[in-house]
C-alpha cells in the first residue's frame, strides 16, 4: 500500500529571493521572459519580487514594470514581498493578479536581533511590538485561525546557534497571545536565511509541535541551502508529517538565492526547485508541475545569468523511463551542454560526437527495458 504523504505546494522565489542578489543590470525583458516561462511550467505559487526601497536592493528598482509587463496565467498566485506599510501599499496598485498577505494572520520575529537589524532596520523588540496590533486587527476582521512562526529559526552567522528550547519559548509566547485572543492556531512558519537548518533538527521540532499543538496542519518552510542540506530537510519534514497536513516549501529555480545581509551573498542559495519537485516526483507525490519545462527555465536563467547554476536535475535531468531512456549507442557525453540531450535531442552532441563501439551495443537487458517502456 503506497504511503500517504502530506500535500505539498511549492513557493518559487526565482524572481524574489533569486533575483535580489544577482546583477541590478539584469534587463526587464529577460525576467518577465523568465517569469512567463516559470508561469506556465504548473507551479501554483511564484513570489514576482519585493517592493522596497531599491537604495538598499537595486535589482528590485524596476519591480513595476515586471508586474506590469508579464502575462499572468490562470490559476497561479503570485505575491511580492513588502517590508512595511508604504511597501503593501505599492504592491496593493497592482491586485491583482497579486494577491496581498499570505491568509490567516500570523505572529512571527526573527530570533537573531543582529540580522534583522541589518535586513529590514528594526529589531527583534520592535517585531515584538507589533504583535498586539496584529492581533488586534485579526480579532476586528473576525479571524477564526492564525499563525505562529520564526526566522532565523536554528542559527544565525553572527550569533551562533538557537537552541530548541529558546525556538519554542518564542513560539509558545505567540501561541498563547493566539489563545487569550480566542483565535485557534492552525499554521506555523520556521525560517532560515543563514543555512543552519540540519534535517535531524527540523524533524525533532515537527514531532514537538505536533506534541504540543496537534491543531496545527498548516506548515511553512523556507530552507536555505548554503550548507547543502535544504534538500535533506524538505524530506525529514515530510517524513514526519501526516496526511492531514500541508507543506509549503519555497525553492528557487537553479538554486539561486540568498540575502546580502546575511554575510553569505550568492553562496547561501536555496532548494533548487528543479530537485524538490524531481524528489517529490519520486516519492509519488502529486505536484501538478512540469519538470521538463522547470528545467528549460533553468536553462534560460543560466543563459541569462551567463553562468552555471548550482542544482543538479537541471544538469542531467530525471531518471529516465519509458519512453525516455537513453539510447545504449549514445556516444560519449562529457559536457553540461551535451548533457542536455534528454530535452534537446542528439543535436547537442555535435558532429564530433566520440563513438568508441566497434559495432552497435546490444544486450537482453535492452531488449527487456524497451519492452517493458512499450507494455506501459
Request: hydrophobic share 40%; with cysteine; charged share 25%.
Amino acid at each position: 500500500m503506497a504511503r500517504e504523504w502530506a500535500k505539498v505546494e511549492i513557493g518559487d522565489e526565482t524572481m524574489r529571493e533569486g533575483m535580489q542578489i544577482e546583477d541590478k543590470d539584469i534587463p526587464v525583458a529577460d525576467k518577465i521572459r523568465l517569469l512567463d516561462a516559470l508561469s506556465k511550467t504548473g507551479l501554483k505559487s511564484i513570489n514576482v519580487g519585493s517592493f522596497v526601497s531599491p537604495t538598499y536592493t537595486p535589482q528590485m528598482a524596476k519591480i513595476d514594470e515586471i508586474v506590469t509587463g508579464f502575462h499572468p496565467e490562470p490559476g497561479v498566485r503570485y505575491t511580492a514581498l513588502a517590508l512595511n506599510e508604504r511597501g503593501v501599499q505599492r504592491a496593493r496598485e497592482y491586485s491583482p493578479p497579486l494577491t496581498i498577505g499570505r491568509g490567516n494572520p500570523s505572529l512571527g520575529v526573527h530570533m537573531c536581533d543582529i540580522f534583522i537589524r541589518r535586513n529590514a532596520n528594526r529589531s527583534q523588540a520592535d517585531e515584538i511590538a507589533r504583535w498586539e496590533g496584529t492581533i488586534a486587527a485579526a480579532k476586528e476582521n473576525g479571524a477564526k485561525e492564525a499563525g505562529i512562526g520564526n526566522n532565523a529559526s536554528w542559527g544565525s552567522n553572527f550569533t551562533g546557534e538557537v537552541s530548541m528550547e529558546r525556538r519554542f519559548e518564542m513560539l509558545e509566547r505567540q501561541h498563547k497571545l493566539w489563545d487569550e485572543a480566542g483565535i485557534k492556531v492552525t499554521s506555523i512558519s520556521l525560517g532560515d536565511p543563514m543555512g543552519w537548518c540540519r534535517p535531524w533538527i527540523v524533524k525533532d521540532d515537527i514531532l514537538e509541535i505536533k506534541k504540543r499543538w496537534p491543531e496545527i496542519v498548516n506548515w511553512r518552510f523556507h530552507f536555505h541551502n548554503g550548507r547543502g542540506l535544504a534538500l535533506a530537510c524538505t524530506y525529514a519534514a515530510l517524513d514526519v508529517l501526516e496526511a492531514k497536513d500541508t507543506l509549503h516549501i519555497d525553492t528557487a529555480v537553479g538554486g539561486i538565492g540568498g540575502c546580502p545581509y546575511c554575510g553569505s551573498g550568492r553562496g547561501m542559495g536555496m532548494a533548487p526547485t528543479e530537485d524538490i519537485v524531481n524528489m517529490l516526483n519520486e516519492m509519488g507525490i502529486e505536484t501538478g508541475i512540469d519538470i521538463y519545462k522547470v528545467i528549460e527555465c533553468v536553462w534560460m536563467l543560466e543563459e541569462i545569468l551567463g553562468r552555471s547554476t548550482v542544482g543538479m536535475v537541471g544538469k542531467v535531468g530525471p531518471m529516465p523511463r519509458g519512453s525516455k531512456l537513453y539510447d545504449p549507442n549514445l556516444p560519449f557525453v562529457e559536457t553540461f551542454a551535451q548533457s542536455r540531450h534528454f530535452i534537446k535531442g542528439p543535436s547537442v552532441l555535435g558532429d564530433d560526437a566520440v563513438y568508441p563501439w566497434s559495432k552497435p551495443i546490444e544486450s537482453d537487458q535492452k531488449e527487456e527495458a524497451f519492452s517493458t517502456a512499450k507494455a506501459k
